[in-house]
């Protein structure tokens, strides 16, 4: 009999969390470019899929933490509450705190060292609670777009697991259940907020911690937790079923808006409120468990160029606004001389080659200082 419940390693998940965080890169790149008056794709499908990366991002996250959970639940009959959340610390506090150091005060002490002018949206007293606290995404709902904007997932994700690990131990037995009940309640508050037309800070604050998402990860990770049987003989991981599930997956990345301009059927499935969300992230768990433990998945991400990007996404995801912003701010009146194709080329390649560059140093200079302390508290 199959046993799934002690696997060390998912292959090509690297390769997803790589193209995930590209596509919140691509979405800021352009965000930045229009806001600049520079020649911008913001009018492209492609290059408005930053929510996409971001949700893909909290199911992976909601499938990796709970199948961990469960794994050391199976192997030590127990889960350390303490060891879970000191590896979240020691994971993600190093990187987040030093983009909030670097944004709230080195920042607009350089710009204004080099007399640039910039207007920061919020002042350092007005926003360093919420960050402290992990509330990021209020900074964006009262301030709007801003240099650290990306770190408002961080704190969904920050807020989620902390009740996450004490809820998946004490209720360890109903856990299919819990995972829900949370599902559900994230349903009904997104359909009252939608169909009691609110329009607050509460209901931005209903959409944005997308629960939901982490939850739906959660049942996949369940499923192959309790896997009795290799998944390329369920007829929902054959071949023909994967062709047209990356074509599900694929195809709204590349062309969402001209379909939903152009044929009701797309309208319905992407811009049904709570629905539309709830049928993607399922998709994306679907390609989770595919890419991950399908040996028959027609597409394969397992190679060292997907596992090097996927390794130093964190650093991708976190450090791209202050790239983008600092090329945008100094190259933008040489790239408005050239021909807005080539000038589209060289700003993709500056930006994307520093933001690896950096998050390489990053991880190996500073972020794997705390990471190898993380041994000390696994199962």
């Not at 060390?8 to 008056?37: P, S, W």
Request: proline share 2%.
């Amino acid at each position: 009999m199959l046993n799934n419940r002690t696997i060390k390693y998912f292959a090509g998940l690297n390769g997803l969390r790589f193209f995930a965080a590209y596509l919140v890169v691509l979405h800021h790149a352009e965000q930045i470019r229009m806001k600049y008056d520079m020649f911008n794709w913001k009018t492209l499908s492609i290059f408005n899929q930053g929510d996409t990366g971001v949700t893909f991002f909290f199911v992976l996250s909601g499938f990796l933490i709970t199948y961990l959970l469960l794994k050391e639940e199976f192997v030590t009959k127990n889960i350390s509450i303490r060891n879970f959340y000191v590896r979240r610390v020691l994971r993600i506090w190093p990187l987040y705190f030093l983009l909030v150091a670097i944004g709230l005060i080195f920042l607009p002490y350089i710009l204004q060292l080099l007399n640039f002018k910039y207007d920061m949206p919020y002042t350092f007293s007005q926003t360093i609670f919420y960050f402290i606290f992990f509330t990021p995404f209020v900074v964006n709902i009262l301030f709007g777009h801003h240099l650290l904007e990306p770190l408002w997932s961080i704190g969904v994700e920050e807020i989620f697991y902390l009740m996450w690990a004490p809820l998946v131990k004490f209720f360890k037995k109903y856990v299919l259940p819990l995972i829900l009940s949370v599902i559900l309640i994230k349903i009904a508050l997104g359909l009252f907020v939608y169909f009691a037309d609110i329009n607050n800070i509460f209901a931005k604050i209903v959409y944005i911690l997308e629960f939901e998402a982490m939850a739906i990860g959660g049942i996949a990770a369940y499923l192959v937790f309790n896997l009795t049987e290799e998944i390329e003989h369920n007829i929902l991981f054959s071949k023909q079923i994967q062709i047209i599930m990356f074509i599900i997956v694929i195809t709204p990345i590349f062309f969402r808006d001209f379909l939903i301009e152009n044929l009701f059927i797309a309208k319905v499935i992407f811009k049904t409120p709570v629905f539309s969300n709830l049928l993607k992230m399922t998709c994306f768990a679907w390609l989770i468990v595919n890419i991950a433990i399908n040996k028959k998945t027609i597409i394969k991400l397992e190679n060292k160029l997907f596992n090097f990007l996927g390794d130093i996404s964190y650093g991708i995801y976190m450090y791209h606004m202050l790239i983008i912003f600092a090329v945008t701010l100094f190259f933008a009146k040489y790239f408005n001389m050239l021909n807005n194709i080539l000038a589209s080329i060289i700003f993709y390649v500056i930006i994307t080659a520093a933001t690896i560059v950096l998050s390489y140093l990053s991880k190996k200079l500073y972020e794997d200082k705390f990471l190898s302390l993380k041994k000390k508290f696994e199962h």
